[in-house]
């Protein structure tokens, strides 16, 4: 019952902007884009989230489709420390809490 | 940046036995969670916490399981007699609000049931 596609594993050059994909064909209209990673078994980390709009931040930059079916996680420079594996997580945003369903997610490898 | 802590790091325990794990979220937050991680699978949802009572508990939450908030500071899994299926890492979260906030997890407990 996954509701999120990523990719299982990318490599990515150091210094060079990382592109992870995520298909999302079945979201509803109020399900929101969460992006999270974890680093080799340490707790997840809140990367960025968005509705429509394209989001960015400090860590990263979320490229959402105009028809939100697909959405894009860009890390501008990539670094050995983001090295991790990146999980992409539909959900809606209400006030039931806050039960995030993790996939597989993409393991990012970032080379020298 | 605030942090959601967690103790022990490590636990090591006999089957059948009771463990208590512990979590002090970040100060102003309302919501807690606990999730876990078994070696090499996917994160999963145990349960959320919020007004001290539970919100939402997953199907792997059952009778073994139960939370508590003792004080104000402190938020506690505890699992009544452990199996060799429960080792996993145990990660604590917490939330300021519901809805669209991000969650803030902890390093976890690793827990080793012998």
């Given at each position: 019952?996954?509701?999120?596609?990523?990719?299982?594993?990318?490599?990515?050059?150091?210094?060079?902007?990382?592109?992870?994909?995520?298909?999302?064909?079945?979201?509803?209209?109020?399900?929101?884009?969460?992006?999270?990673?974890?680093?080799?078994?340490?707790?997840?980390?809140?990367?960025?989230?968005?509705?429509?709009?394209?989001?960015?931040?400090?860590?990263?930059?979320?490229?959402?489709?105009?028809?939100?079916?697909?959405?894009?996680?860009?890390?501008?420079?990539?670094?050995?420390?983001?090295?991790?594996?990146?999980?992409?997580?539909?959900?809606?945003?209400?006030?039931?809490?806050?039960?995030?369903?993790?996939?597989?997610?993409?393991?990012?490898?970032?080379?020298? | 940046?605030?942090?959601?802590?967690?103790?022990?790091?490590?636990?090591?325990?006999?089957?059948?036995?009771?463990?208590?794990?512990?979590?002090?979220?970040?100060?102003?937050?309302?919501?807690?969670?606990?999730?876990?991680?078994i070696l090499g699978q996917?994160?999963?949802?145990?349960?959320?916490?919020?007004?001290?009572?539970?919100?939402?508990?997953?199907?792997?939450?059952?009778?073994?399981?139960?939370?508590?908030?003792?004080?104000?500071?402190?938020?506690?899994?505890?699992?009544?007699?452990?199996?060799?299926?429960?080792?996993?890492?145990?990660?604590?979260?917490?939330?300021?609000?519901?809805?669209?906030?991000?969650?803030?997890?902890?390093?976890?407990?690793?827990?080793?049931?012998?």
């Amino acid at each position: 019952d996954a509701k999120t596609t990523q990719p299982p594993s990318m490599d990515c050059a150091e210094g060079r902007a990382a592109n992870l994909p995520c298909n999302h064909s079945t979201i509803s209209g109020n399900e929101y884009v969460y992006w999270y990673r974890q680093i080799h078994s340490q707790g997840p980390q809140y990367i960025i989230h968005g509705l429509k709009n394209n989001e960015t931040n400090e860590m990263a930059s979320l490229i959402i489709t105009e028809d939100r079916k697909s959405s894009t996680l860009i890390l501008p420079h990539a670094t050995l420390r983001d090295t991790a594996v990146y999980y992409c997580i539909v959900r809606v945003a209400d006030n039931a809490g806050n039960m995030l369903t993790f996939g597989g997610g993409t393991r990012l490898m970032v080379k020298p | 940046e605030p942090e959601v802590t967690q103790t022990p790091s490590h636990q090591v325990t006999q089957m059948g036995q009771e463990v208590i794990l512990r979590c002090v979220p970040i100060s102003n937050h309302l919501y807690f969670y606990w999730y876990r991680q078994i070696l090499g699978q996917k994160v999963e949802f145990l349960v959320s916490f919020y007004n001290n009572e539970i919100s939402e508990k997953s199907e792997i939450f059952d009778d073994q399981f139960s939370v508590e908030r003792p004080d104000g500071s402190n938020f506690t899994l505890k699992i009544r007699s452990t199996k060799l299926e429960d080792s996993a890492m145990y990660f604590c979260a917490s939330s300021e609000w519901a809805g669209y906030e991000k969650l803030f997890f902890g390093s976890g407990t690793q827990l080793s049931v012998l």
